[in-house]
């Protein structure tokens, strides 16, 4: 157990729709980082929020954004999700100066 | 941008030792780290190499070469619940981000 948590575990949604998935970090840590992982893929890096400000973002197009709050839990949204959508999110969450992170067990998302 | 390469499978017996080798290509490193993840689980963090030489925590080491882009995890005293994907991943730069390779899933059998 990590003490990081994600809701809801499983969602499915229909292409067109948006979608909000929820990350409670670890007590403590400030930084909370976002990925998608495809089906037999390394994760990939979606964007990182540090103190409730972006800090950094990866290759994803700009209908995927997300906020963490002063108690730095975290969302994800996606807006107009497309079939390659479909993939298990993962939030993973840093305290300071820590050099490992601590995933959540993910929401995996299903886009028809 | 930054690419890692790892074997896409490996396979052992019980009670034997495994090395999972990862080379990387990257314009900034600030570190290598190893996760392993089991079906359907989620990635839970291994190690991590900063520095050039072997970190051993318990059934576990990790070795990293920074003059070689390559770095290695090695699992002794094998049991079956090793069976997972193991990633390597690199630090991007000062952010926390992770960069991971594509995994390699360790079988091992009886």
């Known amino acids: 157990e990590t003490g990081v948590t994600q809701s809801p575990t499983h969602l499915i949604k229909t292409r067109g729709q948006q979608v909000t998935l929820r990350c409670s970090s670890q007590?403590?840590?400030?930084?909370v980082s976002w990925y998608q992982q495809a089906l037999g893929q390394g994760p990939q890096f979606i964007f990182q929020?540090?103190?409730?400000?972006?800090?950094g973002r990866g290759n994803f197009p700009p209908r995927f954004s997300g906020l963490q709050f002063p108690n730095y839990s975290s969302e994800l949204n996606v807006n107009a999700l497309e079939l390659d959508d479909s993939a298990l999110y993962l939030c993973a969450s840093t305290p300071g100066g820590n050099t490992g992170q601590y995933f959540g067990p993910g929401t995996r998302l299903t886009v028809t | 941008g930054q690419s890692l390469e790892q074997p896409s499978e490996v396979t052992a017996v019980e009670g034997a030792i495994v090395q999972i080798n990862c080379t990387y290509q990257?314009?900034?490193?600030?570190?290598l780290s190893w996760y392993q993840q089991h079906d359907g689980g989620a990635p839970t963090f291994l190690s991590y190499n900063a520095l050039d030489g072997l970190e051993e925590t318990g059934r576990f080491s990790s070795f990293l070469s920074r003059s070689d882009s390559y770095g290695y995890l090695l699992l002794q005293e094998l049991q079956m619940k090793d069976s997972a994907s193991y990633f390597c991943?690199?630090?991007?730069?000062?952010?926390?981000?992770?960069?991971f390779g594509s995994g390699t899933r360790l079988q091992v059998q009886p």
């Open positions: 991943a690199v630090r991007e730069g000062g952010r926390r981000a992770l960069t």
């Open positions: 929020y540090y103190r409730e400000e972006e800090n």
């Open positions: 990257t314009s900034g490193f600030y570190g």
């Open positions: 007590s403590g840590h400030n930084t």
